[in-house]
């Protein structure tokens, strides 16, 4: 059992896990599939059962989704969000601006948020249109209410392992790395990306595990031999396929952030990973495909940081919070 993303994360999250895998050195490896859809539906039905017991007690959790502009991938993503949100039990306060909506006028509303005690949670679907300092934006998000975890409060907690809402992508890769392996303890970790949304947040997840935790970005030399080390890769960089399946140590866990749309060679797209899963899966002990492994996370884990935020929020910080 474990503490959630919202929880004091300085005894480390811990989360309850399968079997671990076997490490080995043979590369003729078939990959044990991380299925992120499944772990994603068990995470989503201990929410709602979660917020149904909030009932008796006058509490139903609050998540308010701001999305600006017209964007058909944003919007698609936001018509997930409010879906999962509904069926967890979670009422949802949708915002829906046009392009022209300017930083002041962004700012303003997301301040009313803060002030409205029935909204736990606020989410701003970025990316925001070009003009809008999405930098500020964020910054007047009620740390309390940041269910996205990219508030600098609650970043600057999570660097110092003190209580925090962790950012929904990594919470869901380190919820994933531990269906596969038990004990994270020594093991060599590899974050191959330095985002503030998930490479940095992830490497101090793993640091609070008590990996060795190695970050790789742009202007690495020779990220080949660091990914031959590693027994944890994460790989978050934005690029298709960049990670060579020759790359990976055999038996290593590998979990896939990444989504890009490629031409499949007919003239249609198709969305595949920063990995070349077709290589790397004869050679890893774990991998997540894609889609189909970090992305249900996510929002699992948003509606998981959203419950938590309106218990602390209704209840106090030192109420039971959801435990996985």
């Given at each position: 059992m474990v503490e959630s993303a919202s929880q004091n994360l300085r005894g480390r999250i811990t989360i309850a896990?399968?079997?671990?895998?076997?490490?080995?050195?043979?590369?003729h490896l078939s990959a044990h599939?991380?299925?992120?859809r499944a772990a994603a539906e068990r995470l989503r039905r201990r929410v709602a059962e979660h917020t149904a017991g909030l009932k008796p007690q006058g509490l139903i959790p609050g998540l308010a989704v701001v999305l600006v502009g017209e964007d058909p991938a944003s919007q698609i993503y936001v018509g997930s969000k409010t879906r999962q949100a509904t069926e967890a039990g979670i009422r949802h306060f949708d915002h829906r601006l046009p392009a022209t909506t300017s930083t002041a006028e962004l700012i303003a509303l997301v301040r009313n948020l803060n002030a409205n005690p029935e909204v736990h949670g606020i989410l701003v679907q970025l990316p925001l249109p070009a003009g809008v300092d999405s930098a500020a934006v964020l910054a007047t998000i009620d740390p309390e209410k940041d269910v996205d975890g990219f508030h600098a409060m609650n970043a600057g907690r999570l660097a110092l392992g003190e209580p925090a809402t962790v950012p929904c992508t990594p919470l869901g890769c380190l919820i994933l790395i531990r269906e596969v392996m038990s004990d994270m303890a020594g093991k060599r970790a590899l974050v191959i990306g330095r985002?503030?949304?998930v490479g940095k947040p992830m490497a101090q997840l793993l640091l609070q595990n008590d990996c060795t935790v190695t970050i790789a970005h742009s202007k690495t030399r020779d990220l080949p031999a660091l990914c031959a080390e590693a027994e944890i890769?994460?790989?978050a960089v934005g690029r298709p396929r960049s990670i060579e399946g020759g790359w990976i140590r055999p038996g290593a866990v590998v979990i896939d952030v990444g989504i890009n749309?490629?031409?499949d060679g007919s003239g249609k797209s198709k969305v595949v990973g920063d990995v070349d899963y077709a290589t790397a899966v004869t050679r890893a002990g774990a991998i997540t495909p894609v889609p189909g492994g970090v992305g249900p996370m996510t929002i699992a884990c948003l509606l998981l940081n959203t419950v938590n935020a309106a218990i602390r929020q209704r209840l106090g910080t030192n109420a039971e919070t959801l435990r996985i």
């Open positions: 896990t399968s079997q671990p895998i076997v490490f080995c050195k043979d590369i599939i991380i299925d992120g985002s503030n949304i890769l994460v790989a749309r490629i031409d």
